[in-house]
């Protein structure tokens, strides 16, 4: 069966990185974009972008460019986030999922962000 | 960027009622809309795709319908289960964009 498996919480410093990971398995990886998505607390939901990591091709919300770079890892069958120059508008969980053009059909349990002196 | 306008943005229902949450798109998106269903602190789950086509496993009280640019969420026999915070999400073009989220709690 498909799963994402991601990264554990962070708790990171403002103006600092951190880069947050999506482990796929039960699936070809190379064969289907892995998108990301924000959540804030009591917030809907936002999207991010996605990689196809077949090529390394990548699409962006234009809100987060400069703020997200995806890549990915076909050895490890990885997906990878990272975050730059966090603020506090960054604490939020984010969360990796797989789309299949009827929506995203699977997602990862979510990857708690905290920025905090 | 396409706006999604998700209404109500909290509802309170009884056992064995029936809802409807709405989602009107701010321009065209075919049918390129899917529901999902969030539980505290779980990730979201898809419920229906393609504004009507429920997802395998969904029980079949809950139903999707479109009437323009209004698409809709109906959930029969609401049962304790049903409680969580329903989203609504177009995938026609990007940026995808999401509705804001309709709570729903079982009295």
């Known amino acids: 069966q498909v799963q994402l498996q991601q990264s554990g919480a962070e708790l990171v410093k403002p103006g600092s990185s951190v880069k947050i990971s999506c482990k796929a398995s039960g699936y070809t990886f190379t064969s289907y974009d892995m998108h990301w998505i924000k959540q804030q607390p009591g917030n809907g939901l936002e999207w991010i972008g996605w990689i196809y990591p077949g090529n390394g091709n990548t699409k962006y919300n234009q809100k987060f460019n400069g703020k997200a770079t995806l890549t990915a890892d076909k050895s490890s069958s990885t997906a990878y986030m990272q975050l730059s120059s966090l603020t506090s508008e960054d604490s939020a969980v984010y969360f990796c999922?797989?789309?299949?053009?009827?929506?995203?059909?699977?997602w990862g349990q979510g990857t708690l962000v905290t920025v905090s002196s | 960027d396409i706006q999604m306008t998700q209404s109500p943005s909290s509802m309170s229902a009884s056992l064995g009622d029936t809802v409807t949450i709405t989602c009107l798109a701010s321009q065209d998106i075919g049918n390129y809309l899917s529901w999902y269903q969030q539980k505290p602190g779980k990730s979201p789950k898809l419920m229906i795709y393609g504004a009507t086509n429920l997802e395998d496993g969904v029980p079949s009280r809950f139903s999707g319908s479109r009437s323009g640019s209004d698409y809709s969420l109906t959930i029969n026999s609401l049962g304790y289960d049903d409680e969580g915070i329903y989203h609504c999400h177009q995938y026609y073009e990007y940026p995808f964009t999401f509705g804001s989220g309709t709570k729903l709690e079982i009295k």
């Open positions: 999922a797989s789309l299949r053009g009827i929506g995203f059909a699977y």
